[in-house]
């Protein structure tokens, strides 16, 4: 078990130390309101649903290595579960991306089954676990959007993952926000250094977290999870995510 957890955490140390790409020039913009924006959640959604299959619950370690067959391979936080929010498994290539797109989020999100007392343990699987949501993120640039050809919303649904640490033992998330006048002034690092807790770092994220309505209605965006309550590491949402202070006025170019 030891191994297995040194082994994961040099993956995740990996994942998280590759520099993002930059992104793309001439890219579309990508945003839109009201109905154009929900049937492009919807469209994201249908895709997902379609790529995933059964896999939209996990049932057993055999679904696991299913999943990172579909290249989510990476657990970010191991099997942890954070209040409100989930258990996130990343995308190994996410590190690439330069643009969003519908239905290719970075990061998938379950939710472990809640009749349990150990959601927070890192290193105990809490089968089974019920695809709520996904992330579609960048990397941060202060005052440009993120863009996509195919998936559209509104400005205002950005926020930023603030950099930090996958702090161990444990795997929470200890947000290291570099020198500025103003939240989302800086760029920030892609390693900050020196860390403030032992584990794998990164630099700061453009993020969106989009959730299955259990009601069939279209997805929600929003930082935690909207339709009840899910049990897990406590979390710091304010800290960890944030909306920039000033509204960026471009998109990526």
């Known amino acids: 078990m030891r191994g297995a957890r040194?082994?994961?955490?040099?993956?995740?140390?990996?994942?998280?130390?590759?520099?993002?790409?930059p992104p793309a020039n001439g890219a579309?913009?990508?945003n839109?309101?009201?109905?154009?924006?929900?049937?492009?959640?919807?469209?994201?959604?249908?895709?997902?649903?379609?790529?995933?299959?059964?896999?939209?619950?996990?049932?057993?370690?055999?679904?696991?290595?299913?999943?990172?067959?579909?290249?989510?391979?990476?657990?970010?936080?191991?099997l942890n579960?954070?209040?409100?929010?989930?258990?996130s498994i990343g995308r190994a290539d996410a590190i690439l991306d330069q643009q969003v797109h519908s239905g290719?989020?970075?990061?998938?999100?379950?939710?472990?089954?809640?009749?349990?007392?150990?959601?927070?343990?890192?290193?105990?699987?809490a089968f089974p676990y019920d695809l709520?949501?996904?992330a579609h993120g960048i990397m941060y640039t202060p005052g440009a959007l993120p863009t996509s050809p195919d998936l559209c919303v509104s400005q205002l649904d950005w926020f930023i993952h603030e950099q930090g640490v996958h702090a161990l033992p444990d795997w929470g998330f200890k947000p290291q926000p570099p020198p500025e006048h103003y939240r989302g002034?800086?760029?920030?690092?892609?390693?900050?250094?020196?860390?403030?807790?032992?584990?794998?770092?990164?630099?700061?994220?453009w993020n969106i977290h989009v959730w299955r309505d259990p009601t069939g209605g279209p997805p929600i965006i929003s930082v935690q999870y909207p339709f009840g309550y899910i049990a897990g590491l406590p979390t710091k949402p304010n800290t960890t995510f944030f909306y920039p202070e000033h509204l960026p006025t471009t998109h990526h170019h």
């Open 6 to 21: 040194v082994g994961w955490a040099v993956v995740v140390a990996a994942v998280c130390a590759v520099p993002l790409a």
């Open 28 to 30: 579309d913009v990508g």
């Open 32 to 78: 839109c309101d009201g109905e154009a924006r929900t049937a492009s959640l919807r469209q994201d959604e249908k895709r997902m649903l379609a790529r995933l299959g059964t896999l939209t619950v996990l049932r057993g370690p055999e679904d696991i290595a299913a999943l990172a067959g579909l290249g989510y391979a990476i657990p970010m936080h191991m």
């Open 81 to 87: 579960s954070f209040e409100n929010i989930g258990t």
């Open 104 to 125: 290719n989020p970075g990061v998938l999100v379950y939710r472990a089954n809640q009749k349990v007392p150990y959601t927070g343990d890192p290193y105990r699987a």
């Open 132 to 134: 709520i949501g996904w």
């Open 185 to 205: 002034e800086e760029m920030g690092d892609m390693l900050p250094l020196p860390t403030a807790a032992l584990g794998p770092t990164h630099g700061r994220f």
